[in-house]
């Protein structure tokens, strides 16, 4: 996790995985079920968990379905994680 100042306020910047897994643990669903649930392999949501790859518009619908947290949530904060990579380079 990293902190951005943002205007006036700090904002925490951070993958969207984390979140995702914090939403499955408190689903009381394994990462097996979540993947079932979504229709991707496991080995995919792993990776979305641990930071390695990147929430799609078409994952973040897949994700909408089961936790029902919109895809637009999703979405921005895949957007807010990527624009931080940016200009921390």
Request: aromatic share 8%.
């Amino acid at each position: 996790m990293s902190i951005k100042a943002n205007a006036s306020k700090l904002i925490a910047v951070y993958h969207p995985g984390v979140t995702l897994d914090e939403k499955i643990k408190e689903m009381g669903m394994s990462v097996k079920e979540f993947a079932v649930r979504v229709s991707k392999p496991e080995k995919m949501i792993f990776a979305l968990i641990g930071g390695n790859s990147s929430i799609t518009t078409k994952m973040a619908i897949s994700i909408e379905a089961v936790t029902k947290i919109p895809a637009s949530f999703w979405l921005r904060k895949q957007q807010l994680y990527d624009e931080y990579l940016v200009r921390k380079k």
